[in-house]
């Protein structure tokens, strides 16, 4: 036992001595996301997959071996985030369209979708619901070094009622079709909650209201009772997994509140009361709105349902609004996009409308990168650039606090200490 451990730590040294890797970036400007602070000009000190330094001044000496990248004119934010994608899903594929794809069909659907999300400079993703854990498995190919992609935090199947968002509502009961996430009563969903846990997701996904686009659900109306969503929490918080809540009604989200998830996701129908509770809990929100616009514009040729389109009308003003009182109150929030629903790549185009729906620059490159990582509980490895943390780094041309949509066109991006685009 004690020689193997000592060959074991004489291996270690000896492969950090001769593989330790060494990466400058010089750069106009560094973002310190926590402060809101430029660093500039700014060298970034990169060893392996771990950032090492962050400082003002151009440093001249670096070790002779290191890779030095010379990125002028550009400013450093670390990488994006964003806490509610698809990846296992085609924009292009929707409603009945969707039938077709199993799920190790989506799988590789997930494996072009991750890059293109990577390359967006979206380095983690939270994957909200995806069948027969097609996201367990990109997840796994992905941190292997399979296939190239985001850090993914993944829920598999998402908790629903019988008929509700979150089954499959597509079928005459002559088919007896049933999503995988299904579970009715305290019990069922405690037993779901497990056998996600058992299979490997970093995070419960349930359903607390009705959707825009499932077939035959009232967007407004709440699905499971509190007693079942207490359940849920419950269960997946003495296992140490966080909790989100796709919820677009107001009643959902309060009750969802009330129960204790970690976070609500679309959050439409808001009223005071309910900012209030998000306020008081700390409870965040992941609002997408974004995703309206493609609904609207490109959704009918991709299959999306008259009714989800109907319903659509309905959500996606009201969301925006909802968004701007939450924002001015306050309330903890972080970037989550639903793409998926539209295309995987396009992920940036929602920081503009934060903006335009009331927060600061700042407060939108905030949403995805530090709260993100907080609400992950990765705030001490991931989302800043911090000596210490893993070198997660994306650079835009230009300065993104006076222009967002640089977010739009991501030039360089860096994980885990490597080199994806450049
Ligand atoms: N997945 C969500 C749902 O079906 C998409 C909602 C998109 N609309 C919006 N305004 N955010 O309910």
Redesign the pocket.
Known sequence: MIKQALIGATTLTLTHLSFAQTTVLNADAALDVTTGKMISPATVIIENDKIVSVSKSNRKSYPKDATVIDLSDHTLLPGLFDMHV?LTFDANAHGYKRLQLTAPRSAITGVVNAKRTLEAGFTSVRNL?AGGYADIALRDAISDGDVPGPRIFASGPALGITGG?CDNNLFTHEHKVVADGVADGPWQVRKKVRENIKYGVNVIKFCA??????KGTK?GAQQYSFEEMSAIVDEAHMRGVVVAA?A?GTNGIKTAIKAGVDSV??A?FLDDEAIQLAKRNGTVLS??????EY?LGEGEKAGILPE?LD??RQ??GI??ESFRKAVKAGVNMVFGS?AG?YPHGDNGKQFSRMVQFGMSELQAVQAATINAATLLKQQTQLGSLEAGKFADIIAVQGNPLEDITLLENVGFVMKNGKVVKQ
């Open positions: 698809h619901g968002h209201t009705g959707g825009v686009m499932s967007v796709h677009h996701e679309h439409s609002m997408d709105i974004y995703t309206t609904i989800s319903k659509e959500v996606g969301q925006r639903d629903v």
